[in-house]
């Protein structure tokens, strides 16, 4: 069974940081790996979404790897603002399923200016 | 365009009560699925459809039910509230595309409280 974890569960940042999100899956056999972010209350955007066969993608100051290998995708955010603060979710799409997700727990990001 | 919607934005049922959520979405999707969010859980499949007709089980199906009668629209039932059916519902739906990204857009979510 597809487990994924995120760390840190929390990250408290001043502005202008860059920073670090990982989030971990114990399964290599995946189909995609999206990230989003969730706003308190609010549905889910999606940010990023890697194919098995990319290795990273990027969107404004946002950028996501993947390593299928070693089981690990980090997003990378240049340059923090306070409005980054939200809860960020990274899912792993499994193989020939429809688009099905195995969701993290997220990341609790607060940016201070 | 109005992407994802979902209605009832809140809910309170009280334990036995049933009840219908609503998802509709505008993007000619082919794809939706539905899921709960609970704290300390993360985000549970439920139940998902590939297309008009179709429907099948998530992660967590017991207690629920859906229907798929048109393309733009995907229902979740739930026959007897019980209180561990208290959360968060979010639909999503996803593109059939040549690529085949799965990329999924969710809606707004809905709370619900079974007292």
């Known amino acids: 069974k597809q487990e994924v974890t995120q760390i840190p569960a929390a990250l408290s940042v001043p502005e202008g940081e860059n920073l670090v999100l990982n989030c971990s899956f114990t399964?290599?056999?995946?189909?995609?790996l999206q990230w989003f972010r969730q706003d308190p209350g609010k549905g889910l955007t999606s940010l990023l979404l890697?194919?098995?066969?990319?290795r990273e993608q990027t969107s404004g100051r946002l950028n996501a790897s993947l390593d299928k290998s070693s089981g690990r995708s980090t997003l990378y955010i240049a340059a923090s603002q306070p409005g980054d603060s939200a809860t960020y979710l990274c899912a792993v799409g499994r193989g020939t399923s429809y688009g099905k997700l195995t969701f993290g727990q997220g990341t609790i990001l607060t940016v201070h200016p | 365009n109005a992407g994802v919607t979902q209605t009832p934005k809140f809910r309170v049922l009280k334990t036995g009560q049933s009840m219908t959520l609503l998802c509709a979405q505008d993007m000619n999707h082919e794809y939706m699925y539905w899921y709960r969010q609970d704290p300390g859980m993360g985000l549970r499949l439920i139940h998902y459809?590939?297309?008009?007709?179709?429907?099948a089980k998530g992660e967590v199906p017991d207690g629920y039910n859906v229907s798929r009668l048109k393309k733009q629209n995907f229902l979740l039932g739930l026959e007897s509230a019980a209180p561990s059916q208290t959360s968060v519902y979010f639909c999503a739906s996803s593109p059939d595309t040549a690529g085949r990204s799965y990329e999924q857009y969710f809606g707004p979510g809905t709370r619900l409280t079974v007292t």
């Open positions: 890697i194919q098995s066969s990319q």
């Open positions: 459809s590939v297309g008009e007709g179709t429907t």
């Open positions: 399964d290599s056999a995946i189909y995609n």
